[in-house]
């Protein structure tokens, strides 16, 4: 750094946002326009929601209903401060700059972020869409414990209207997926479900997990000991931190995490924090996390009553 002039934080954002994805590793999945749709360099994923506009430079996460420019993107990708990232980005030798877009665009700018915005349009209860029983009929959760905990949503995006299942958070947000679209409304938040006297609890990271959970053991709850747990969904893995210090509160912790290199990395890390966080994933450990496992062999398997009577 010594010598070197410090890029300042005007220059930071003027840098080429695709080029700089590039140099990271990341190439998009699909390009529509000026739009350029990868998996979300910021989370684990299979179908590409992170979506970068060319011609106005900026980015936005529907998997975290996050978005914004060039700085934004550096300082939740890297865990950084926004000083540390502009040391980082000075020691970068070839940087690609983006045309900046005249003041008086400024309307036009807020007009598309608004079009990137999902937009509630209505909310109905119980699902009734005959798509939506197929998918979920695909993922092997009966309609009727979905209902329990989800809604039917119609919002539009892009001026396109799309009917989903919608899972609420505790901020007033929803978690939106179909068979073809899967995104958050704003908030985003974590989901919590229970009573302030239980003294156990259930994570999960998404709420297909938490479903898959309620199937194993519908007409078995009777099986768990003193009274049933809290549940928590995470909705995004990067709330966990947010949420640590309320899963103190509780007597055992039961995680129920993806078994990616995200997921198992993280339950190790609480594992070693406290005996009070329990490590449910092996119940699944030849699959990716709890849906899949019930897709593929509780049917075939049907397990041990095991971790209902631990619970």
Request: include cysteine; charged fraction near 25%; charge should be positive.
């Amino acid at each position: 750094m010594k010598g070197m002039k410090k890029l300042s934080t005007k220059d930071a954002k003027k840098i080429d946002l695709l080029d700089y994805l590039l140099k990271l590793g990341y190439r998009p999945q699909k390009v529509s326009n000026n739009d350029y749709w990868y998996r979300s360099p910021l989370r684990e994923e299979k179908t590409a929601s992170f979506k970068v506009n060319k011609r106005l430079n900026i980015w936005y996460d529907f998997g975290l209903a996050k978005g914004g420019n060039v700085i934004d993107f550096g300082i939740l990708y890297h865990k950084c401060s926004v000083s540390e990232l502009l040391d980082m980005l000075t020691r970068q030798k070839t940087l690609s700059f983006h045309q900046p877009i005249s003041l008086k665009a400024e309307s036009p700018i807020i007009e598309a972020v608004e079009k990137g915005k999902i937009h509630i349009q209505d909310v109905r209860k119980p699902i009734q869409s005959t798509v939506l029983f197929h998918y979920l009929n695909s993922r092997k959760i009966p309609v009727e414990i979905a209902s329990r905990f989800c809604k039917e949503i119609d919002f539009l995006l892009y001026d396109k209207k799309y009917t989903v299942i919608g899972f609420p958070n505790s901020a007033g947000g929803y978690e939106l997926r179909s068979p073809d679209f899967k995104g958050s409304s704003s908030p985003k938040d974590i989901t919590m479900l229970g009573n302030n006297q239980a003294k156990k609890i259930c994570v999960f990271e998404g709420f297909f997990d938490f479903l898959s959970f309620q199937v194993i053991h519908h007409g078995k709850l009777s099986l768990l000991t003193n009274q049933q747990p809290n549940f928590l969904v995470l909705n995004s893995i990067g709330f966990l931190e947010k949420i640590k210090p309320r899963l103190e509160q509780f007597q055992s912790v039961y995680l129920f995490l993806d078994r990616d290199k995200m997921g198992l990395a993280t339950t190790q890390q609480l594992l070693q924090l406290s005996s009070r966080y329990k490590d449910e994933s092996l119940l699944y450990s030849k699959h990716k996390d709890l849906n899949e496992y019930l897709i593929k062999e509780y049917e075939i398997n049907r397990p041990s009553q095991r971790l209902g009577r631990r619970l």
